[in-house]
Antibody, heavy 123, light 107 residues
């Protein structure tokens, strides 16, 4: 079964770039049955979708990130990554990667999720 | 964006009670609505997809219904392990949105 694991620095300085990686095991990021998303959750708050990458590397992003996010994939390592530029304290959150099961002519549901990685933006 | 509004924001119920959570969409989303359970300190877990299909391994006391703009998650016979926050999510639009969550506690 597919498993996901996030990795990356837990502390990023304001105005710098946050870079996280999600390692996928038990499945391939090139599998057209899934897309690959990043979702975040500020402490005590709800879930915020950041964006997704398709198996063909096409991407969609939440407009709320105002163009600061880039999601990319590495087939050789079976990983996908999130780059979030010009971070502020408002980007402090628990960041999850998740597989989105796609269905014909529609999007689907997130399963499974990684365990999450906490990123704090502070000087 | 499609806005999802959950009600109530929190609830407290006794073991064995039937609990109902509502998710209302700002426009019709057909049956493209999914439910997740998030236990404290854990990642969200898929419960129901396509408004009413129970994910494999999820106890049958969980059920979902609805279509269009109104949806319901029902937990019949609430158990202590059901404590957590429940989120709805729409998969109708390319831009994913979640409800704000409903926190479920045991009396």
């Amino acid at each position: 079964q597919v498993q996901l694991q996030e990795s990356g620095p837990g502390l990023v300085k304001p105005s710098q770039t946050l870079f996280l990686t999600c390692t996928v095991s038990g499945g391939s990021i090139d599998n057209g049955d899934s897309t690959w998303s990043w979702i975040r959750q500020p402490a005590g708050k709800g879930l915020q979708w950041i964006g997704r990458m398709f198996s063909n590397r096409k991407t969609n992003y939440s407009p709320s990130l105002k163009g600061r996010a880039t999601i990319s994939g590495d087939t050789s390592r079976n990983q996908f990554s999130l780059e979030l530029r010009s971070v502020t304290a408002a980007d402090t959150a628990l960041y999850y990667c998740a597989a989105e099961h796609v269905v014909p002519d529609a999007f689907g549901w997130f399963d499974p999720w990684g365990q999450g990685t906490l990123v704090t933006v502070s000087s | 964006d499609i806005l999802l509004t959950q009600s109530p924001s929190s609830l407290s119920a006794s073991v064995g009670d039937t609990v109902t959570i509502t998710c209302r969409a700002s426009q019709s989303i057909s049956s493209d609505l999914n439910w997740y359970q998030q236990k404290p300190g854990k990642a969200p877990k898929l419960l129901i997809f396509g408004a009413s299909t129970l994910q494999s391994g999820v106890p049958s006391r969980f059920s979902g219904s609805g279509s269009g703009a109104g949806f319901t998650l029902t937990v019949s016979s609430l158990q202590p392990e059901d404590v957590g926050t429940y989120y709805c999510q729409q998969s109708y639009n390319v831009l994913v949105t979640f409800g704000q969550g409903t926190k479920v506690e045991i009396k």
